[in-house]
C-alpha cells in the first residue's frame, strides 16, 4: 500500500501546483520549502562513493567534521543519518509511549511520528518527553536551556545553522537530550538526505541499530565531509541571508503584510489577502506557502540570485 503523504501539510509538492496552476515544473520558483536556494557545491568524488559500501573512516571523517563545526562537547554521540525524517520518525520508539509537549503550531513530522508510536500529544510540562524545533517552523521561535529539562528531549536544530551562536548544543551533555541537524536547509542540499542526530550516547546506539549499517550513503559521506570542513562558506552564506531576507521583507511589506516571525531562510508574513496572494503568484507560477490554521498566514522563502526580478514583476503585480 502507498502511503499517502499529502494528508500533512508540507512545502514543496510543486508537482501538485503544476497540476494546478499548469507551467513546466522547471520554470516554477519554489518559495514554500525554506531551504537555501544557493546550495553548497557538491566536490568532485571518488568513483567508489558511489559503487562501494562506505567504509568506516569516511562515516568517521563526517563524525569529527561535524564536531569540530558544530563544537559538540567531547563525550556526546554523533550518528549521521540519512536525512532528519528519517530520525524523526525513528525516535519515539527509543523509549516506552508517554505523553510528549510540543508547540503548535510547528513541523508537524514529530507529533505524526510520535503518535504513531503511541504517544499522546500534551502541552503540559509533565510530559515524558519534549520536542523544540529551534528555531521554529514557521514563526522563528527559539527556545531556551531550561526548555530542554525533560526525561527525553527532542531539540530539531535543522534551522539552526543561521544563528549558530543560539544553538543549545550545550544541551547534548544531558541524559535523554537528541540534537537533529539537517543538511537540507542551510546547506541547500536537500536531496542528498543527510542529518545528524548528537546527544545522549545511549538513545544514540538504540536509535543506530534501528537504523542498521551503511545508513548514509557514500556520495552523502563525502558532500557532508566537505561541506564541514568548509566554514568559510557558511561564514559567506549567513550575510548572504541575512541580506537578502531583508530584500524580501522590504518587497512583501510593500505590499500589505506585516511580519510574523521566521528565519534567514524564511518568512512568516500575515496578510489580509494572504489566499489571495499566494494564488496570484502560483498563477505566475511562484509557489508559497499557506496554512490550514490561519487565513492570514503566508510563508515564503527566499528566491535564488536569478529569480529576484521575476518576484518583483508578480509581487508588484498584486493590487
Not at 66 to 74: E, G, L, S, Y
Not at 139 to 168: K, N
Not at 180 to 194: P, T
Not at 225 to 250: C, E, F, G, K
Request: overall charge neutral; hydrophobic content about 45%; glycine content about 8%.
Amino acid at each position: 500500500m502507498q502511503f499517502d503523504y499529502d494528508n500533512r501539510d508540507h512545502g514543496g509538492r510543486i508537482d501538485q501546483a503544476v497540476a494546478t496552476y499548469g507551467g513546466d515544473r522547471s520554470a516554477w520558483i519554489d518559495l514554500s520549502t525554506g531551504i537555501n536556494p544557493v546550495p553548497y557545491p557538491p566536490p568532485r568524488m571518488e568513483p567508489h562513493s558511489f559503487t562501494a559500501l562506505p567504509d568506516s573512516s569516511a562515516t568517521e571523517a563526517i563524525i569529527q567534521a561535524a564536531r569540530r563545526f558544530w563544537a559538540v562537547p567531547r563525550d556526546v554521540a554523533i550518528l549521521p543519518v540519512p536525512g532528519a525524517s528519517i530520525a524523526i520518525a525513528q525516535i519515539p520508539f527509543l523509549t516506552a509511549a508517554g505523553s510528549v509537549r510540543l508547540r503548535t503550531p510547528s513541523y508537524n513530522e514529530h507529533a505524526a511520528a510520535f503518535t504513531a508510536a503511541g504517544w499522546s500529544i500534551t502541552d503540559t510540562d509533565a510530559a515524558k518527553a519534549r520536542v523544540l524545533v529551534h528555531p521554529n517552523n514557521p514563526d522563528g521561535h527559539w527556545y531556551t536551556a531550561h526548555q530542554a529539562e525533560s526525561p527525553m528531549t527532542v531539540i530539531d536544530e535543522s534551522f539552526c545553522d543561521v544563528d549558530p551562536d543560539r544553538s543549545l548544543m550545550d544541551c547534548a551533555t544531558r541524559p535523554g537530550v537528541l540534537i537533529l541537524k539537517s543538511f537540507g536547509k542551510f546547506w541547500g542540499l536537500a536531496g542528498l538526505r543527510l542529518g545528524f542526530v548528537i546527544g545522549d550516547p545511549d538513545l544514540v546506539r538504540k536509535l543506530a541499530l534501528r537504523l542498521g549499517p551503511w545508513a548514509v550513503s557514500g556520495p552523502a559521506l563525502a558532500v557532508g565531509t566537505a561541506a564541514l570542513n568548509d566554514p568559510d562558506w557558511a561564514i559567506r552564506t549567513r550575510a548572504y541571508l541575512d541580506a537578502d531576507v531583508t530584500r524580501l521583507d522590504r518587497a512583501v511589506l510593500a505590499k500589505g503584510g506585516s511580519y510574523a516571525g521566521g528565519t534567514s531562510l524564511f518568512r512568516l508574513y500575515d496578510h489580509p489577502r494572504a489566499k489571495d496572494l499566494h494564488e496570484h503568484l502560483a498563477s505566475r507560477h511562484i509557489w508559497t506557502r499557506t496554512f490550514p490554521w490561519s487565513a492570514s498566514a503566508i510563508r515564503f522563502g527566499l528566491p535564488a540570485p536569478a529569480q529576484w526580478d521575476r518576484l518583483s514583476a508578480a509581487l508588484g503585480d498584486f493590487a
